[in-house]
């Protein structure tokens, strides 16, 4: 399994605007400019997370975007379903009935199905346990954040 470019991109641009002063939006060119990133692409991006619910968009000359929750409540899988989809991640073609030579299925158990099945579930479960605000709280305490909070406080 390979996520998108998309998820890294969705979790750094709410980074970024987590670090906004209350109030401020923030344009989809500026973070595309900051994270040296495609502006169409991010753009798509953004739209994802504003459809799930993750942003908001404020129209007119000094708009953008901001989040619309607190970053305690946004959740690695909350960004993995804006970005990657609600589906699941493996759908059997059933080809153990093929494997095993039969004419229809007669409720055969496939433990290939079941072992996916298991994994994402533990993929899911762990993506939900990781929220924004840890990451932010560890990438704060690893490194100096100064030159971005001065970079926010020139484009927000």
Not at 58 to 83: C, H, M, Q, R, W
Not at 93 to 122: H, P, V, W, Y
């Amino acid at each position: 399994m390979k996520l998108s470019l998309g998820w890294e991109q969705s979790v750094y641009t709410l980074l970024i605007l987590a670090n906004l002063p209350a109030g401020s939006s923030m344009s989809s060119m500026a973070i595309a400019e900051r994270l040296k990133v495609s502006p169409s692409y991010l753009k798509k991006i953004i739209k994802s997370l504003v459809d799930e619910g993750l942003l908001k968009s404020t129209p007119g000359k000094n708009g953008g975007f901001s989040l619309t929750k607190k970053i305690e409540d946004i959740t690695f899988y909350d960004v993995f379903t804006a970005v990657e989809g609600r589906g699941r991640i493996f759908n059997s073609q059933r080809l153990i009935i093929n494997f095993l030579g039969l004419d229809s299925d007669k409720g055969q158990k496939c433990s290939i199905s079941d072992a996916m099945n298991t994994i994402e579930n533990n993929l899911f479960s762990t993506l939900s346990k990781v929220t924004l605000a840890r990451v932010k709280e560890e990438t704060e305490s690893n490194y100096d954040l100064s030159n971005l909070k001065k970079w926010i406080n020139e484009n927000d």
